[in-house]
């Protein structure tokens, strides 16, 4: 039940920032942005993750989750960890 309300929730976050991003009228400016600030957001965590043990798990949904989502993206996939141990 509730990795089906994760996915729902993540769904619904890439579909808000995709409108967003067409509204922006720079659209390949933007998600060309959001992705290096996520991806560099993502290697930040798991660099520091060496001293403070916090770390997420690289792979294809983590990675399209920071690339749609950046910043965000990378804080709510350390909140997911966090609390749900996902």
Same mark, same amino acid.
């Given at each position: ?6 996915? %729902?929730? =993540?769904?619904?976050? #890439? !579909?808000? +920032?995709? &409108? #967003?991003? +067409?509204?922006? @009228? ?5 998600? &060309? $942005?959001?992705?290096?600030? @996520?991806?560099?957001? !993502? ?5 520091? /993750?060496?001293?403070? $043990?916090?770390?997420? #798990? +690289? ?7 920071? #690339?749609?989502? $950046?910043?965000? /993206?990378? %804080?709510? !996939?350390? =909140?997911?960890?966090? &609390?749900? @141990? %996902?």
């Amino acid at each position: 039940m509730s990795a089906v309300l994760v996915s %729902i929730v =993540l769904a619904l976050a #890439a !579909l808000a +920032v995709l &409108i #967003a991003f +067409v509204r922006s @009228g720079r659209f390949f400016a933007a998600v &060309i $942005g959001s992705v290096v600030q @996520g991806v560099a957001s !993502l290697l930040a965590v798991n660099v520091a /993750g060496m001293l403070t $043990g916090v770390t997420v #798990a +690289v792979n294809p949904v983590t990675l399209t989750a920071v #690339a749609l989502l $950046g910043v965000p /993206g990378t %804080i709510g !996939l350390l =909140l997911l960890n966090t &609390i749900f @141990g %996902i």
